[in-house]
């Protein structure tokens, strides 16, 4: 007959095996993907808008693109991130660059938090995550997924320029403003990669 410290043992030890597992599963979904590396072409995409409206990339084609992913609509950061792209909507064209913002959430979600917020950029609708993914910007736990908070910047010839994986909400717009500025006067278009990639 086993005691109870017996039993305790082993459904400790049972509960430890349980909780590395899940610990590992959650590590395996958090790995890094296949990272879009500036001078690669910047991958497709046809996604609607807040209004219904189908974005592709090839209509960017001929200026600078500010596109930037992000969690959720309505949620402190998203909201911050979003206003200063606003608040800086004049400075980024007059250096002939467009923003779209893409999240997982649903056009209607983006209707209502682009009008609640005056956003007057597109906010693209990604709901299977196929674009996010696309960006190397999709953060998948299985049944939840969220776009991760991540900005690309490409260039007239469709390649990526600049990339930026650490954003901060309050200061990413102006950023992003200097980084296009820098861009722009060093006369760069970005480096062509390898063959083959």
Not at 104 to 122: E, I
């Amino acid at each position: 007959m086993m005691r109870t410290g017996e039993y305790m043992n082993k459904y400790m030890l049972g509960g430890l095996a349980l909780l590395l597992l899940l610990a590992s599963a959650l590590l395996w979904m958090l790995r890094p993907g296949p990272q879009r590396t500036e001078g690669s072409a910047a991958p497709d995409f046809t996604l609607p808008d807040q209004d219904g409206r189908i974005h592709r990339l090839s209509d960017y084609a001929g200026r600078w693109l500010v596109l930037y992913f992000y969690p959720r609509d309505d949620t402190p950061g998203c909201t911050r991130e979003a206003c200063r792209f606003r608040d800086a909507i004049g400075a980024l064209g007059d250096l002939n660059a467009a923003v779209a913002g893409v999240s997982v959430d649903d056009t209607r979600s983006h209707a209502g938090f682009a009008r609640k917020h005056q956003l007057p950029f597109p906010l693209l609708s990604d709901p299977g995550g196929h674009t996010a993914a696309a960006y190397d910007s999709l953060l998948n736990l299985g049944l939840v997924r969220f776009a991760r908070r991540r900005t690309f910047i490409i260039a007239p010839d469709g390649r990526i320029a600049a990339r930026f994986d650490k954003v901060d909400p309050a200061r990413h717009a102006q950023q992003v403003a200097h980084a296009l500025q820098a861009l722009q006067q060093a006369g760069m278009t970005p480096p062509r990669p390898p063959p083959g990639q």
